[in-house]
């Protein structure tokens, strides 16, 4: 692996699949006169990278924007159709899928890696980079180990460079159903406070099972902040007046 700060981006194009059309997208697209947030992994819908890297990025994305990011993507040696599902599957709204497929890109990168042992063939090693108007400010590559190391490309260390006085929020979880006034009372309250949440709308993304099941109760909607149960829409005002 080569360390590429102060040096600009492979110049590639990308092929992608946007509905029925092949779009061809360049790099100088995807970073001349911006500012851009690159993390690189493996392989879509592998554990790590389904399960830490990606959400995190996209849900730390308003705060990089808050800090002067342009856009946040996501580059993997996959093909376009392989991303777009992944995309999709995941529901990362904030974050720019890369298919390099042919891996133009990451070998330009000096991050072409083989997986062989695994069946992966050529894939990325697992690395974040800091990237303005082209040029590469910063890079957290993982260290050379055995397997899939994840230590230092994480949106959390990435955020510490950008902005290290920030102090990031707590990760907020709400339970909701359609139609449900207090769902919209307990969202709204959210809102106001300035507060990104993920929110998980049963019959969609879980049943009533599931919130009696982390929960105790049977009624929407039911709060969570950083891991602690706060409960319904009263219960998140009387937090929030302490």
């Known amino acids: 692996m080569s360390n590429m700060e102060g040096k600009k981006v492979p110049q590639v194009t990308f092929r992608t699949r946007q509905g029925d059309k092949w779009v061809d997208v360049t790099t ?14 493996p392989g879509a819908f592998t554990p790590t990278c389904s399960s830490s890297h990606l959400p995190r990025y996209n849900e730390l994305a308003p705060v990089f924007k ?13 093909d376009t159709f392989v991303m777009n599902a992944w995309k999709e599957d995941e529901k990362s709204e904030n974050i720019t899928f890369v298919p ?13 890696v083989g997986k062989e042992d695994l069946g992966f063939g050529k894939r990325s090693w697992r ?20 397997g899939d190391p994840f230590k230092v490309s994480d949106a959390d260390t990435m955020l510490k460079y950008l902005a290290p006085q920030h102090q990031v ?8 159903k359609p139609g449900c006034p207090f769902c919209a009372k307990a969202k709204q309250m959210l ?8 929110e998980i709308v049963l019959g969609h993304d879980a049943t009533i099972v599931s919130v009696r099941a982390v929960s105790g109760r049977a009624t929407v909607p039911q709060v969570f902040i950083g891991g602690k149960h706060i409960g319904g829409s ?4 009387a937090y929030f007046a302490k």
């Open 28 to 41: 100088s697209e995807l970073f001349d006169n911006k500012t851009v947030i690159v993390f690189s992994l």
């Open 66 to 78: 808050k800090y002067g990011v342009d856009d946040i993507l996501v580059v993997s040696v996959n």
């Open 169 to 176: 929020q707590e990760s907020i979880s709400i339970f909701t």
């Open 191 to 198: 809102h106001e406070k300035g507060l990104s949440f993920e």
């Open 234 to 237: 009263d219960d998140l005002e």
């Open 127 to 146: 690395y974040s980079m800091l990237v303005k108007n082209g040029v590469v400010e910063k890079m957290f590559i993982e260290p050379n180990e055995p």
């Open 100 to 112: 390099d497929g042919n891996g133009e890109f990451t070998e330009g990168m000096g991050m072409l």
